[in-house]
Nanobody, 128 residues
Framework: QVQLVESGGGLVQAGGSLRLSCVASGRTFSSYFSNYVMGWFRQAPGKEREFVAVISRFGNYINYADSVKGRFTVSRDNAKNMLYLQMNSLKPEDTAMYYC?????????????????WGKGTLVTVSS
């Protein structure tokens, strides 16, 4: 069984910060988490799921959507099977369900279709 579980979402005022976490578990990830490229995506009501950030297997390649560059930081801890997203200077337009995803190939701007495993999401709401 493969599981990705996100946490850390919540309600925050514009300008505030949140740190999202994603823990990977199950036979596929328990010993091989570092085999996977990890990403964060988000989906706002009425909109398609969009790319937020991606990090390569050992963190040497990272990329962000233009809308979050300079405000969000993605990181991973392979020893703990953890993925993180530090979100600063949050804006109301960042309001969305945030999803953790795992895939086999690094792309600087991955599509949602290119990821193999998904969590159920954690909701981030930014009030103005």
């Amino acid at each position: 069984q493969v599981q990705l579980v996100e946490s850390g979402g919540g309600l925050v005022q514009a300008g505030g910060s949140l740190r999202l976490s994603c823990v990977a578990s199950g036979r596929t990830f328990s010993s091989y988490f570092s085999n996977y490229v990890m990403g964060w995506f988000r989906q706002a009501p009425g909109k398609e799921r969009e790319f937020v950030a991606v990090i390569s297997r050992f963190g040497n390649y990272i990329n962000y959507a233009d809308s979050v560059k300079g405000r969000f930081t993605v990181s991973r801890d392979n020893a703990k099977n953890m993925l993180y997203l530090q979100m600063n200077s949050l804006k109301p337009e960042d309001t969305a369900m945030y999803y953790c995803a795992a895939g086999g190939t690094y792309y600087s701007n991955p599509s949602a279709d290119g990821m193999d495993y998904w969590g159920k999401g954690t909701l981030v709401t930014v009030s103005s």
